[in-house]
């Protein structure tokens, strides 16, 4: 167990609907990404919250947003979900920005 | 200027033999070098980072070699074993600059260990 966690580890849903991510941080973690992965891309950096606010955004689509909320645990929304959203979302955290940080076991998103 | 080049994309090593990935970077700002180690089902685990202010770092049967003047940096394993196969991917990140530690990541090896 890494100390992150994340919910739900699979999710299955339609095109055009919407879900929620979510990931509680190690204890005393302060910074949280969430990157998502697939076969094709890799490994891709989404978005970055350091102590509740946003820090850094990567390639991340107008129909995905994120929050972290007082308690540091995050959120990843994914609207008007299309087939090509199925894939791994992983979420990190650290203790500051920058330097190594520790995954999650992430949520498997299949969009059918 | 972000990307960060990995290769092979897959590797097949005898038991006890060594496994080199290698990696390349673009931007010079890079200033951090990790490397993580996923399992099917799990999320990435960091295995071993450095900085550019040293040529090698080891860790028991991993050992990052790196030369900033050619931009590229390289992971070994030693007397690999079939424990070790996994996906590895290397990454860099400009830890204190105003990407706020966003790791670029390359593609990723699959490494095979036969025993």
């Known amino acids: 167990d890494s100390g992150v966690t994340q919910t739900p580890k699979h999710l299955i849903t339609a095109t055009g609907q919407r879900v929620t991510l979510r990931c509680s941080p190690r204890s005393g973690d302060l910074s949280v990404y969430w990157y998502q992965q697939s076969l094709d891309q890799g490994l891709q950096f989404l978005i970055q919250?350091?102590?509740?606010?946003?820090?850094a955004k990567g390639n991340i689509l107008e129909r995905f947003s994120a929050q972290q909320f007082p308690d540091l645990h995050s959120e990843l929304n994914l609207s008007s979900l299309e087939l090509g959203d199925s894939a791994l979302y992983f979420c990190?955290?650290?203790?500051?920005?920058?330097?190594?940080?520790?995954f999650g076991s992430g949520t498997r998103l299949t969009v059918v | 200027q972000q990307q960060v080049k990995q290769s092979p994309q897959s590797l097949i090593v005898q038991k006890g033999g060594i496994s080199i990935i290698n990696c390349a970077y673009e931007n010079t700002a890079f200033d951090y070098f990790p490397w993580y180690q996923q399992f099917p089902g799990k999320g990435p685990a960091l295995l071993i980072a450095?900085?550019?202010?040293?040529s090698e770092k080891k860790e028991g049967r991993f050992t990052i070699s790196f030369n900033k003047s050619a931009k590229q940096f390289s992971l070994h394993i030693m007397d690999s074993q079939p424990g070790d196969s996994a996906t590895y991917f290397c990454a860099a990140t400009n830890a204190g600059g105003t990407s706020y530690g966003k790791l670029t990541f390359g593609q990723g090896t699959i490494l095979t260990v036969h025993p």
């Open positions: 450095i900085r550019p202010d040293v």
């Open positions: 990190a955290s650290s203790v500051r920005t920058g330097g190594g940080y520790t």
């Open positions: 919250y350091y102590n509740g606010e946003e820090r």
